[in-house]
């Protein structure tokens, strides 16, 4: 009867154990989607004649994965941009990141991690402060990712010399 019991107890705590992990998890496939939300522009950079809202207009950010990154189609009334960006888990967020030529042109170097997060990642080590200690010197801007708790995605996006910045949540 003992021998019963404790196998009982431990195939009780292997499956507390399984979906503790399983809900701990951050899917990225869960950031595909419609993202509605503002878009604010920074005009205090502003260089051009042409009128921008320092408050939030309605926005809308498209996310797609494509292979182990995302393409964000970001867009309103008064801006459309669509770029692509690598991806990092950081705990239960997901972090982004510039890709070749946009990386390169804005860091001075191209990156070395090889693809976000598929690449180069081994054992439970955080991808994003690999990627950090990998490609970055302290005071590198980032600007943006995931709130997977809120499902909400926000990135500032820098567009000849003015900033734009969206914040959005999930449809």
């Given at each position: ?10 195939s009780l ?7 503790c ?14 993202y ?8 205090s ?12 207009d309605?926005?809308?950010a498209?996310i ?5 990154q ?13 770029l692509?960006l ?13 890709t ?9 170097h ?9 690449g ?12 950090l ?6 005071g ?15 990135y500032?996006?820098n ?6 910045y ?5 449809q």
């Amino acid at each position: 009867m003992k021998s019963i019991l404790k196998f009982i107890y431990l195939s009780l705590f292997i499956i507390a154990l399984v979906s503790c992990e399983k809900e701990n998890d951050t899917n990225v496939n869960d950031i595909a989607g419609i993202y509605q939300g503002t878009l604010s522009a920074d005009v205090s950079n502003k260089t051009t004649a042409k009128s921008t809202s320092t408050t939030g207009d309605p926005a809308t950010a498209e996310i797609t994965l494509v292979g182990d990154q995302i393409q964000v189609h970001c867009y309103n009334d008064d801006f459309d941009i669509t770029l692509m960006l690598d991806l990092f888990i950081d705990e239960e967020n997901i972090q982004v990141c510039l890709t070749g030529d946009d990386f390169e042109e804005m860091y001075g170097h191209m990156s070395t991690y090889g693809g976000g997060m598929m690449g180069g990642m081994t054992g439970n080590s955080n991808q994003w402060s690999q990627h950090l200690n990998d490609d970055h010197e302290s005071g590198d801007q980032h600007f943006g990712g995931f709130d997977m708790g809120n499902h909400s995605f926000e990135y500032t996006f820098n567009v000849e010399g003015m900033e734009y910045y969206f914040e959005g949540f999930k449809q």
